[in-house]
């Protein structure tokens, strides 16, 4: 994604104490946008990069969805 690993700060506000649902992950996968900026080069587009950041939230997503739980603190 870039050279140095970076926190999406803004997507992890958007997470923190809300329920677990669809409409909260996609909310959050708009901030994806605004926290990251990928770099472009020969192995990857930056709007693929950006793509497989918002697939990887949703995965997390259906993941923690099949165990049931509630919130995450």
């Known amino acids: ?15 923190k104490n809300k329920p677990l ?3 909260t992950f996609d ?4 901030y994806l946008e605004k926290d ?3 770099i472009g080069d020969m192995r990857a587009s930056k709007e693929y990069r950006l793509e497989i950041a918002k697939n990887l939230l949703m995965k997390c997503f259906v993941e923690i969805n099949s165990n ?5 603190n």
């Open 21 to 23: 649902s669809v409409n």
């Open 36 to 38: 990251l900026s990928p």
């Open 68 to 72: 049931k739980l509630s919130r995450v």
């Open 1 to 15: 994604m870039a050279a140095v690993p970076k926190r999406a700060k803004a997507c992890e506000e958007i997470l």
């Open 27 to 30: 909310q959050a996968k708009k």
